[in-house]
């Protein structure tokens, strides 16, 4: 009924840059808050950033400066632009939607399958 496609990931060097993406489809009638999450090895899921569809955005403190979360509402997309990227940054990244679908009356969170993120020279 509702998909969350995030293509991007990848192998990059410390200080390098990553770029994201995530679009749902189906059938949407409303979607809240947008954002990705992280879980590294041995690691539980983190929030990285959010942000909603008046465009207020929530960081990690650990990914503040560094990475940049943005939205086209009109294509129910989000993307995060990652730069200065850090060995500590690896993780498999989760997309994630808050939304409400049609025949719906409440808002609930999917999420997309991951992709993997890996810094390393």
């Known amino acids: 009924q509702v998909q969350l496609v995030e293509p991007g990931g990848g192998l990059v060097q410390p200080g390098g840059s990553l770029r994201l993406s995530c679009a749902a489809s189906?059938?949407?009638?409303?979607?809240?808050?947008m954002g990705w999450y992280r879980q590294g090895p041995g690691k539980e899921r983190e929030l990285v950033a959010t942000?909603?569809?008046?465009?207020?955005?929530n960081y990690a403190d650990s990914v503040k400066g560094r990475f940049t979360i943005s939205r086209d509402n009109a294509k129910n997309t989000a993307y995060l632009e990652m730069n200065s990227l850090k060995p500590e940054d690896t993780a498999v990244y989760y997309c994630?939607?808050?939304?409400?679908?049609?025949?719906?009356?409440?808002?609930?969170?999917?999420w997309g399958q991951g992709t993997q993120v890996t810094v390393s020279s």
């Open positions: 189906g059938s949407i009638f409303s979607i809240n808050a």
């Open positions: 994630n939607a808050r939304l409400m679908v049609y025949g719906s009356t409440f808002y609930r969170d999917y």
């Open positions: 942000i909603t569809s008046g465009g207020r955005t």
